[in-house]
């Protein structure tokens, strides 16, 4: 297929929204349990899942310790990124991104196969 002259050209890099990616966080809990509800906006919604996002993923997770610093715990960061990557593939859309400081470290295929979710179900709250 040839193209004409001044004709518009498909791009193969996609044109990214700009930051926040995050909208809001809130801590619940559930007896001893807790979790962090992170809220996407349509910019975090839209730009997480694709590939070569990384560094936009890691600017989210700064937001996320931004509006709260006690997210910091072992674990977090790569359940974020975890749902940062895969979430609005598996289920767009979903209300809240959940982190729990409860559940394990994990190796990155482990949280692949975990669903972003290792140590057990999805949180009962």
């Known amino acids: 297929m040839a193209f004409a002259p ?3 050209h498909a791009s ?4 990214l ?3 926040p990616y995050v909208d809001h966080v809130t801590w619940a809990k559930w007896g001893d349990l807790s979790s962090l509800r992170v809220y996407p ?3 975090g919604r839209d730009t997480s899942g694709r590939p ?3 560094a936009q993923g890691d600017e989210a997770w700064n937001e996320v310790l931004a509006l709260s610093p006690d997210a910091a715990i072992a674990g977090m960061k790569e359940q974020f990124i975890c749902h940062w990557r895969f979430a609005e ?3 767009p859309g979903k209300v809240s991104w959940n982190l729990e400081p409860w559940r ?3 190796s990155p295929d482990e949280m692949i196969a975990a669903r972003c979710n290792p140590g057990g179900t ?3 709250f």
Request: no cysteine; hydrophobic share 35%; charged share 15%.
């Open 89 to 91: 593939i598996a289920e």
């Open 41 to 43: 906006t349509p910019a």
């Open 104 to 106: 394990p470290e994990v």
């Open 17 to 19: 929204q700009p930051p």
């Open 52 to 54: 070569g996002t990384a």
């Open 12 to 15: 193969a890099a996609p044109v």
């Open 6 to 8: 001044g004709a518009p």
């Open 122 to 124: 999805e949180e009962p």
